[in-house]
């Protein structure tokens, strides 16, 4: 009894030492190590089924985007899922798209949208995603979005990216004609397959971009 009773104040000592646990404030595990460890790109998958929702989303600057405006626009998209507090995954994929944007010149924003979606909008701010994209020398032509739950589960749901727990979302990067075609590459694809693909993309893009998806796998 005694042993029991004087375990209290070390147990209360190493709480108060944790700090508050408050919801969205505690940072989340991250992927597992060994899952980042391993950069092997996986086969493409053309022709991916992806539905693009009609939701609004905030962007890094807290500007409202609609989701199909922005993603089938009529120009190539690359798009990616992270989010801020993770150490493994996250930063090699926009480590990744980061060197698109470096490939793709003035291309990007003007000719090619990049895009990175939030799959833990309960902590990543429009200011979170910024400076996340400011370490990842993001320019004006990366989007980066989060929103309310419902709209981004909607979106990632839509786009082959939604998990029950975020922090196990699958790596992959979804490049777009603008028109409703797209490819998804999963793992970890290298900068010159993801270009490689938005310059096919390029080359026969439609003009006018569609309202739905529906390619079949």
Known sequence: MHRSSSLVPAVIAALLAAGPARGEDVVPPCHAPAAAATETP???VAGARVEVPDVELVDQDGKAVRVRSLLLSGKPVVVSFIFTTCTTICPMLSTIVSRVQTNLG????REVSLVSISVD??????????AYG????AGPGWTWL???????EQVLR???AYTSSFVDHPPMVLVGDGAGSWTRLNGFPSQAAIVAQVDTYAAGSRSQPVATTGKGD
């Open 158 to 160: 839509g786009m082959g």
């Open 106 to 109: 003035d291309r990007a924003g």
């Open 134 to 137: 400011a370490r990842h020398q």
């Open 42 to 44: 996986a086969p493409a």
């Open 146 to 152: 989060t929103g309310g739950r419902g709209a981004v």
């Open 121 to 130: 909008p309960g902590r990543d701010t429009p200011a979170r995603l910024k």
